[in-house]
């Protein structure tokens, strides 16, 4: 090693030394750094939320957001949160479904019938509440959710206008059950697979089509590939933002208050965000060629309410949620 880097090397190891020695143990004015995973690229919406997040102050803790999928899959980066081999991550709803059941309401269509309900249920309902505060045994701590807006089918070149026209089509879903037995009662065969490998699935015709919100269109590249988007807006499945367990007991009470509320500002700011994102992408979407297609989702509501009913069958916790759900209508 040349003397130069030895010496810089002592000298940094001397200063983060005196750094801590100056936090002394006293948990409350320790720094810490999270790393936070995600996997949209760094001009999608959510990685400006997730940015405003990081840059707040949060009583020492930093955070670092590493953007596009590059430590895991959804699947896999819930997995290294709950060994606490990794501080935070945003993750769909749906993905934290095969962790934690309760969260499959989240992913039942049509279970919000406006954005004012859905917004409503996702700020007010102590059913939210409950499902965070049982994921804390399981490994990980939600601590707040994004608007990922509404979910529809998009194909490489077909409207479907009703289950009939899906009857056939290959859809890649979410890796969650629910999502799974949805595209089965909307009429279509369900794929499941990692948002990463989508795009390349549409181009290799291994799927014919896949259900998101409008920016996978976009920031996903999927509209360079799928050229008709129908509005059958089946779900609302919200982005949610874990916290690690094993990094959140080291928090003093302090520094989880002030991460809860810079997490619970950015889910504020990210709502106007998201708005203008989905419009502008729409734009950018037919500028490469998607159609969108609106369309009477009534027999896609009738085809899909069964998954209402197994819901709610499952057991008293789950049909008291479902209740919750409606009556903040
Ligand atoms: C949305 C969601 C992502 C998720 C993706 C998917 O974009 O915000 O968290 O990975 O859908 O369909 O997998």
């Not at 959804?74 to 945003?90: C, F, H, N």
């Not at 509404?150 to 077909?158: L, N, P």
């Amino acid at each position: 090693m040349k003397l130069k880097k030895f010496f810089s090397l002592v000298a940094t190891a001397a200063l983060s030394i005196s750094v801590l020695a100056a936090c002394g143990d006293d948990s409350s004015t320790s720094e810490v750094s999270f790393r936070l995973a995600h996997n949209q690229p760094e001009n999608h919406p959510i990685h400006e939320s997730l940015t405003a997040f990081a840059e707040a102050d949060k009583a020492g803790v930093k955070v670092e957001v590493f953007p596009n999928g590059t430590l895991g899959t959804e699947r896999e980066v819930i997995e290294l949160v709950q060994t606490g081999a990794l501080d935070m991550a945003k993750v769909s709803a749906a993905a934290l479904e095969s962790f934690n059941d309760d969260f499959a309401i989240l992913s039942l269509p049509y279970v919000f019938e406006s954005q004012e309900h859905y917004y409503n249920v996702m700020d007010n309902s102590k059913s939210i509440q409950t499902i965070y505060e049982n994921s804390k045994e399981i490994g990980f701590v939600p601590i707040t959710w994004y608007d990922s807006g509404q979910r529809s089918i998009y194909t490489v070149d077909k409207k479907v206008e009703s289950p009939a026209d899906m009857k056939g089509l290959k859809i890649r879903v979410q890796e969650s059950q629910t999502s799974i037995a949805m595209i089965e009662a909307m009429g279509g065969s369900p794929t499941p697979m990692s948002y990463g490998e989508v795009y390349t699935g549409l181009q290799q015709g291994l799927i014919d089509g896949a259900e998101n919100n409008e920016t996978a269109l976009t920031t996903g590249k999927h509209g360079e590939v799928a050229k008709a988007y129908t509005y059958t807006e089946h779900q609302y499945s919200p982005d949610i933002l874990i916290v690690s367990t094993n990094a959140w007991d080291k928090l003093s009470d302090e520094q989880k208050d002030a991460l809860v509320k810079a997490a619970k500002e950015s889910t504020e700011s990210h709502k106007t965000i998201w708005a203008e994102a989905v419009k502008k992408s729409v734009e950018d979407a037919e500028a490469l060629g998607v159609k969108f297609y609106t369309i009477d989702k009534t027999p896609y509501i009738e085809a899909a309410s069964v998954l209402h009913e197994e819901f709610t069958k499952k057991g008293d916790k789950e049909k008291q949620y479902f209740d919750e759900f409606q009556s903040l209508k």
